[in-house]
């Protein structure tokens, strides 16, 4: 299926400093999940207007992969949206951390991220870094962490928004949501432009095509995105970069 659009964004460096107590800085003993949530994370206020959606999910192969979408002002002092997709997910269920990497980001380079749980899930400390890679004086292989942005982080639902296109697994439904209620979609090759409505906190919405019919949004226990027609018939779609 051909890509029917293509996104070009331009991101300012964010610079942020936050630090928040983990239950076993406070000395109380914390029990985590013995696997990976498959939920999202909102980031709570930053001072600059950026927002950050960490969100775990599976995807079409079953395995448990992390999207990660964030908004920042760039240098035309707008907020522009980007997306990092893919993320493999290492998880410690002793610390209750997540390490994600993502190969490909906004920056040309790979990013990491750290995401630290309280026992309780209230929230998530989250950490990102910019990772760079290089050879040392005796010619062994490093890698260099630059901290990019740290935040703590609520529960919620994937974010839509400009910077992912989502795809079903047969390709034949695709949509872009410009995170101001409006869709470009492509279904079974026919392309259309709607309005959709969608609340990042429930995970529930609607979107209504050109023609006047409507599908509705939903998120499933696996944190993926569905989409569902009048008829019943319901397709995941699965993130990718725009």
Same mark, same amino acid.
């Given at each position: 299926?051909?890509?029917?659009?293509?996104?070009?964004?331009?991101?300012?460096?964010?610079?942020?400093?936050?630090?928040?107590?983990?239950?076993?800085?406070?000395?109380? %003993?914390?029990?985590?999940?013995?696997?990976?949530?498959?939920?999202?994370?909102?980031?709570?206020?930053?001072?600059?207007?950026?927002?950050?959606?960490?969100?775990? #999910?599976?995807?079409?192969?079953?395995?448990?992969?992390?999207?990660?979408?964030?908004?920042?002002? =760039?240098?035309?002092?707008?907020?522009?949206?980007? #997306?990092?997709?893919?993320?493999?997910?290492?998880?410690?269920?002793?610390?209750?951390?997540?390490?994600?990497?993502?190969?490909? #980001? %906004?920056?040309?380079?790979?990013?990491?991220?750290?995401?630290?749980?309280?026992?309780?899930?209230?929230?998530?400390?989250?950490?990102?870094?910019?990772?760079?890679?290089?050879?040392?004086?005796?010619?062994?292989?490093?890698?260099?962490?630059?901290?990019?942005?740290?935040?703590?982080?609520?529960?919620?639902? %994937?974010?839509?928004? #400009?910077?992912?296109?989502?795809?079903?697994?047969?390709?034949?439904?695709?949509?872009?949501?410009?995170?101001?209620?409006?869709?470009?979609?492509?279904?079974?090759?026919?392309?259309?432009?709607?309005?959709?409505?969608?609340?990042?906190?429930? =995970?529930?919405?609607?979107?209504?095509?050109?023609?006047?019919?409507?599908?509705?949004?939903?998120?499933?226990?696996?944190?993926?995105?569905?989409?569902?027609?009048?008829?019943?018939?319901?397709?995941?779609?699965?993130?990718?970069?725009?």
């Amino acid at each position: 299926m051909k890509q029917f659009i293509s996104k070009l964004f331009v991101l300012a460096v964010v610079a942020l400093g936050m630090v928040a107590c983990t239950d076993a800085d406070m000395g109380t %003993p914390a029990v985590y999940n013995e696997h990976e949530t498959l939920q999202s994370w909102n980031s709570e206020y930053i001072e600059d207007g950026s927002q950050f959606n960490l969100s775990f #999910s599976e995807n079409a192969a079953g395995d448990t992969i992390c999207t990660m979408a964030f908004s920042a002002v =760039g240098n035309t002092g707008k907020l522009v949206y980007v #997306s990092c997709e893919n993320g493999t997910v290492s998880y410690d269920k002793v610390t209750g951390m997540s390490v994600i990497n993502f190969a490909q #980001s %906004p920056f040309g380079l790979p990013l990491r991220v750290y995401a630290i749980r309280q026992s309780n899930q209230v929230y998530t400390t989250v950490q990102v870094f910019v990772v760079q890679a290089y050879t040392d004086a005796n010619g062994e292989p490093k890698e260099y962490e630059s901290k990019y942005v740290a935040f703590r982080a609520l529960p919620g639902k %994937p974010v839509l928004n #400009s910077s992912l296109i989502w795809i079903s697994a047969d390709e034949k439904i695709a949509a872009i949501f410009d995170g101001n209620g409006k869709v470009q979609y492509e279904i079974n090759g026919q392309e259309g432009e709607g309005v959709y409505t969608y609340d990042n906190t429930t =995970g529930n919405g609607t979107i209504t095509l050109a023609d006047g019919s409507s599908v509705t949004i939903s998120v499933n226990e696996k944190n993926q995105v569905v989409v569902t027609s009048a008829d019943g018939t319901a397709n995941v779609l699965f993130p990718s970069m725009a």
